[in-house]
């Protein structure tokens, strides 16, 4: 078969991507593919729809539209009703572009991608959706530059090509001629690791067997990795997603919890403490609860760095005291890291309390991302308070909690096996999943 433009069935149409194209946009690219020509652009707005708002996640919207000249008959402009076929691929542009970004990253705002054909001769909604995704970076790009995220939210490079049975052989890019004739029409969507975002596949001639569904697909596959490439260029980088990690600061300057925290995560996230993020500031802990003291931390260091944060908050909480110490735990006496004056008042209270005295080692962990998404876990460590200490390792109220499947006081515990059973080692437990799904 002998393709109209002399292409190779295997070839794309010729492409050309001009970026700021709309300088007034956050972000824009008019995007040409072969006689098609679409003009993307990215608006950003501070605000999510209202079945988001308060959960600190992003959204990510898209339109679609043909100008009326686009076709050469002109094309009436959408009024109340909107045109159906614009209505599907604008939902379709979405949904494409919402797989390129993590929306908890991005804050309680919305880019919304607009698509405005002005000449199509097929393949106008995957260009939209090539096109668009180079929008979608300079927008990221100029939210970098304001200070208004740290790092992007950009997890996945997304782009889409056509294919088709024509005359009975695969081609890849069909233009509108091919198309209308096409005995087999699809469309690839793929993200940077060759993975199928979307497939829209139509025996609209005839059906289509296994063998040509395989060859459509390494069509669609080399034809969006050689549309990445063209993006990439666009965009003067060599690679359109974060150069690394996202950044996670530990509300504290212990080496010790820092070099736990980053073995626990390995290279899911790069962990930094907070004098390697630049915050020198004292935080009042005025909560009323842990979790409450734990959120209070990983806000203020969220605040002031722009990165996400991991903070905790713990202490000892003795059933027949209703809770106390509490998260007064460290200064119960009054004064703060008194262990001794701590524990000798902690003792006076218990007595003439019946046996036994039940308590528990509570900690709360917050993690908190730029964007306003918090998650607060908790962890517990039963045991009992006992009068007489016990052992010299540990700090604070160990040598007086007996931790009763050992049989042993925190302070005789060996560090190894109190890693493993504490609350604090309980609470990680739980947002590990987290951190490593970020």
């Known amino acids: 078969m002998e393709r109209k433009d002399g292409r190779a069935a295997d070839q794309l149409r010729a492409h050309e991507m001009i970026t700021d194209f709309v300088p007034t946009a956050a972000g824009s690219c008019l995007i040409r593919t072969g006689d098609t020509r679409v003009i993307c652009t990215a608006s950003v707005e501070e605000g999510v729809p209202p079945f988001l708002k308060g959960k ?64 199509a001769d097929g393949g106008t909604r995957t260009a939209a959706i090539t096109g668009g995704f180079v929008a979608l970076c300079q927008a990221v790009d100029r939210l970098i530059r304001d200070g208004k995220l740290r790092e992007s939210p950009i997890v996945h490079q997304i782009a889409a090509v056509s294919a088709g049975v024509v005359e009975n052989t695969p081609c890849l890019d069909l233009c509108y001629t091919e198309d209308s004739s096409a005995q087999v029409d699809m469309n690839f969507i793929m993200n940077e690791r060759g993975e199928y975002i979307e497939l829209q596949g139509t025996g609209e001639g005839r059906a289509f067997t296994g063998d040509e569904l395989s060859a459509l697909c390494a069509l669609g596959q080399k034809g969006c990795g050689e549309l990445m490439a063209l993006q990439r260029k666009a965009l003067g980088r060599e690679s359109l997603l974060p150069d690394g990690p996202h950044t996670l600061v530990l509300a504290s300057n212990n ?9 626990m995560i390995g290279d899911s996230m790069r962990v930094l403490s907070m004098r390697e993020a630049g915050f020198e500031e004292d935080i009042d ?26 903070a905790d908050d713990s ?35 218990m007595r003439g309390i019946s046996k036994p005295w039940t308590a528990r080692f509570v900690c709360a962990v917050a993690l908190v991302l730029p964007g306003g998404k918090e998650w607060v876990v908790r962890g517990e460590c039963p045991g009992l308070i006992i009068e007489e200490a016990r052992g010299t390792g540990g700090f604070g109220y160990d040598p007086h909690f007996l931790y009763e499947e050992l049989g042993q006081t925190f302070a005789e515990i ?7 059973v504490s609350h604090r080692a309980r609470a990680m437990e739980k947002i590990l999943p987290v951190i490593r799904g970020l």
């Open 56 to 119: 600190g996640e992003g959204w990510l919207t898209a339109e679609y539209a043909m100008l009326p000249a686009s076709t050469g008959r002109r094309k009436a402009r959408d009024g109340v009703k909107k045109d159906g076929r614009g209505v599907e691929i604008s939902r379709l542009i979405g949904r494409a572009l919402r797989q390129a970004v993590d929306r908890r990253w991005l804050g309680e705002r919305t880019i919304t991608i607009d698509c405005d054909v002005l000449t």
């Open 285 to 310: 802990e005025n909560g009323r609860t842990f979790e409450e003291n734990a959120l209070i931390k990983a806000r203020a260091v969220v605040k002031a760095t722009g990165l996400a944060a991991l």
């Open 255 to 263: 080496d010790h919890k820092l070099n736990e925290l980053r073995e």
């Open 414 to 420: 060996a560090q190894e096996d109190k890693n493993r």
């Open 315 to 349: 202490g000892l909480s003795v059933d027949a005291l209703s809770g106390e110490p509490g998260v007064l735990s460290a200064r119960y006496a009054g004064v703060h890291g008194d262990d001794a004056a701590n524990n000798k008042k902690l003792i006076e209270k």
